[in-house]
Nanobody, 121 residues
């Protein structure tokens, strides 16, 4: 059974930083990609960043240069989202997800429960 557990959310002032973590269990074979999404109040869920099995990455334009996605090189089952220069626009519930295959195409088939990130002005 594939499970994703996020942690690291919280309240931070604008300009501050947070690091989110996501631990994956139950998916250990084949190539897969892990991604971060977010959903702000009253808005649709949007893609934030993704990392594949060979550490290739992609980001939505709104977070480029501010957010960094990485993965644990030893275990390869933990993904991090380092968020810096946070603004109130980054306030959302952040979800971790996984899918088989690469950075582009396909559908994420397993999701975590989400972690709240609130940026105060």
């Amino acid at each position: 059974q594939v499970q994703l557990v996020e942690s690291g959310g919280g309240l931070v002032q604008a300009g501050g930083s947070l690091r989110l973590s996501c631990t994956l269990s139950g998916r250990t074979f084949g190539t897969y990609t892990m991604g971060w999404f977010r959903q702000a109040p009253g808005k649709e869920r949007e893609f934030v960043a993704a990392i594949n099995w060979s550490a290739g990455t992609r980001y939505v334009d709104a977070v480029k240069g501010r957010f960094t996605i990485s993965r644990d090189n030893a275990a390869k089952n933990t993904v991090y989202l380092q968020m810096s220069s946070l603004t109130t626009e980054d306030t959302a519930i952040y979800y971790c997800a996984t899918k088989m295959g690469g950075l582009y195409g396909g559908s994420y088939d397993y999701w975590g429960q989400g972690t709240q990130v609130t940026v105060s002005s």
